[in-house]
Every structure is written in C-alpha cells, then in structure tokens.
C-alpha cells in the first residue's frame, strides 16, 4: 500500500488545503491557482508518510497535517488562520509552506508559466528527487559512464595535503 492509499484526506480536509495552498501561493499572469494543479495528490499525499513513520523534510506526517487543516478549517478566514498559525506554530506554519512551495514549483504547469512569463529557457527545479526523472540509471556497461581509462582518485579529506608553491618560478601564473 502507497502512502497516497494510506493518506486520504475528508472533503472537507482537501478544501481546506486547497484553500491554504491557494492563499499561500495566489496565482498571477499565466501561473495556475495551487488548487488547479494536482500538487495534493501527485507531491504532497506522496510526500508526506502515514503516522509513526519518520517524516522527511519537511518534518509531517499525516497525523500532523491533519491537526494543521483541522486548526486551519475552523476559522473561516484562512488568511488570519495561516497567521495565526504562522505565530502560533511557527514550524508547522514552515513545514506547510515547505509542503506548498515544493509541490507547487513541482507541477508542469508552474514550469511552463515561468517559462511563459519569466525565463523561457527555465528548465524546472530538480526537487525532490534531484534529476531523477531524467537520468537514467547507471549502467557500468556504457562506456560513458564508466570509461576504460579513468583519470583521477578519490582522495579522502583526511588524506588532502597542501601542495608547495614556493618553488614555483611564477612561469605557470
């Protein structure tokens, strides 16, 4: 069972957090509404693991997200209620808002509206995995991956010395 299974938010959970994600990242120019995209299910139910199970950065787990949109449901102004916790909470108020920008900054659409409003030749963010999605993975096989005369060593730190340079005749500067 995925965590998305596991993690499955009430109707009225899944308008309260498109309302937060909303209210977090309003939507300008060609940029979708959080809300519009589908940053709940494809980044953040994925991204946020049942109750018990260690949380990753941002720090929640479904249990914890829950108490955040139940304390965010029961003020009808989500603006003052993201205030409030924001004071009151600050390092819930972060993890949501780690939450929203990840997933937000996730989606194709977001991409494609910086590209169309800000930087045409923006490429995407490699969150959360890095570069995962376009690399592929490591085959020893391909030399060019694992070329048949490899130059350079590792060296551990410990083992790093400084180098002379006071023999030098300056000739190489």
Request: charged share 25%; hydrophobic share 35%.
């Amino acid at each position: 069972m995925t965590d998305s299974e596991t993690n499955r938010l009430t109707d009225e959970e899944r308008r309260t957090l498109e309302s937060a994600l909303d209210a977090l990242l309003p939507p300008e120019g060609s940029f979708p509404a959080p809300s519009e995209t589908d940053m709940i299910d494809a980044f953040i139910l994925e991204q946020v693991p049942p109750a018990g199970e260690p949380p990753p950065y941002p720090g929640l787990d479904f249990d914890s997200l829950r108490e955040i949109l139940a304390r965010l449901g029961s003020n009808p102004d989500i603006t003052a209620a993201l205030g409030s916790l924001d004071r009151d909470d600050p390092v819930q108020f972060q993890a949501l808002w780690a939450l929203a920008v990840f997933g937000y900054y996730s989606r194709d659409s977001v991409t494609v509206a910086i590209q169309t409003d800000l930087a045409a030749d923006y490429h995407g963010a490699p969150l959360p995995r890095g570069y995962a999605h376009v690399v592929t993975p490591w085959d020893a096989a391909d030399s060019r991956q694992l070329p048949s005369n490899p130059s350079g060593r590792y060296i551990a730190t410990d083992e790093v010395q400084s180098v002379d340079l006071s023999k030098m005749d300056g000739s190489h500067q």
